[in-house]
T-cell receptor, first 114, second 113 residues
C-alpha cells in the first residue's frame, strides 16, 4: 500500500529565509503527488501537483516542488518565506489502482520567526 | 469564486445522538470525497463518490457511518449513533474526472461528549 512520510513535524524558519519541506512516498507505480496547505481553522488549499513530465513543478504563492523518482521524494521549496506562510503543509499521493482518494502525510507545521 | 461548502461548521452533540453533515460540491464537479482529520490519525479518506455512485467506502466504520449523494449538488455523511471517538474535523472535497486535484471545503468540526 502507498504511504507518505513527512519526517519533520515542526520547522522554524526566519522570515525571508529559504524553505524546504521534505516528503517521501512509497508507491509501486508512477505517483500522482500533491502539496496542500492548511491555515488554522481552514480547509486545505492545493499548492501544486505532479502528474508527469517536467519534474520541477511550480505552484501558487511562490512554491515549487521537485519530483525525484530515484529518491522517492517530492520536496517543497520556497526561496523566501513570508510570515503569512506559517501553516500546516501536507504532502499527498493518490491511492493508486485507479482509485482517486488521497493518502496524506502527517503534515509539517511551519513556524515563521521575525 | 467556486467553493465547496459544508454545513454545519461546528457541531457539539452528546454520545448516542445522530449527526448529519452536508457538503455542496463545486458546480460541475462529479467526484466527491469525505475525509476525517484527527490529531492521532491525521487525514484519512472515509468514502468517495463519482457521478453520485459510491466508489469506495472502505475507510468508513460501516456500523455507524453512512454516506450518500441524494443529488449532484448535495453529499451527506451521517453518524448514528455518535461516539466520543468520532470527534474530529470532517472535510468534504470535490473534483472533476479521475485522479485530479481535489478542492476542499472548510470542514465540520464535530465534538461528541
Amino acid at each position: 500500500a502507498q504511504s507518505v512520510t513527512q519526517p519533520d513535524i515542526h520547522i522554524t524558519v526566519s522570515e525571508g529565509a529559504s524553505l524546504e519541506l521534505r516528503c517521501n512516498y512509497s508507491y509501486g507505480a508512477t505517483p500522482y503527488l500533491f502539496w496542500y496547505v492548511q491555515s488554522p481553522g481552514q480547509g486545505l488549499q492545493l499548492l501544486l501537483k505532479y502528474f508527469s513530465g517536467d519534474t520541477l513543478v511550480q505552484g501558487i504563492k511562490g512554491f515549487e516542488a521537485e519530483f525525484k523518482r530515484s529518491q522517492s521524494s517530492f520536496n517543497l521549496r520556497k526561496p523566501s518565506v513570508h510570515w503569512s506562510d506559517a501553516a500546516e503543509y501536507f504532502c499527498a499521493v493518490n491511492r493508486g489502482g485507479g482509485a482517486d482518494g488521497l493518502t496524506f502525510g502527517k503534515g509539517t507545521h511551519l513556524i515563521i520567526q521575525p | 469564486d467556486a467553493r465547496v461548502t459544508q454545513t454545519p461548521r461546528h457541531k457539539v452533540t452528546e454520545m448516542g445522538q445522530e449527526v448529519t453533515m452536508r457538503c455542496q460540491p463545486i458546480l460541475g464537479h462529479n467526484t466527491v470525497f469525505w475525509y476525517r482529520q484527527t490529531m492521532m490519525q491525521g487525514l484519512e479518506l472515509l468514502a468517495y463518490f463519482r457521478n453520485r455512485a459510491p466508489l469506495d467506502d472502505s475507510g468508513m466504520p460501516k456500523d455507524r457511518f453512512s454516506a450518500e449523494m441524494p443529488d449532484a449538488t448535495l453529499a451527506t455523511l451521517k453518524i448514528q449513533p455518535s461516539e466520543p471517538r468520532d470527534s474530529a474535523v470532517y472535510f468534504c472535497a470535490s473534483g472533476l474526472g479521475t485522479i485530479n486535484e481535489q478542492y476542499f471545503g472548510p470542514g465540520t468540526r464535530l465534538t461528541v461528549t
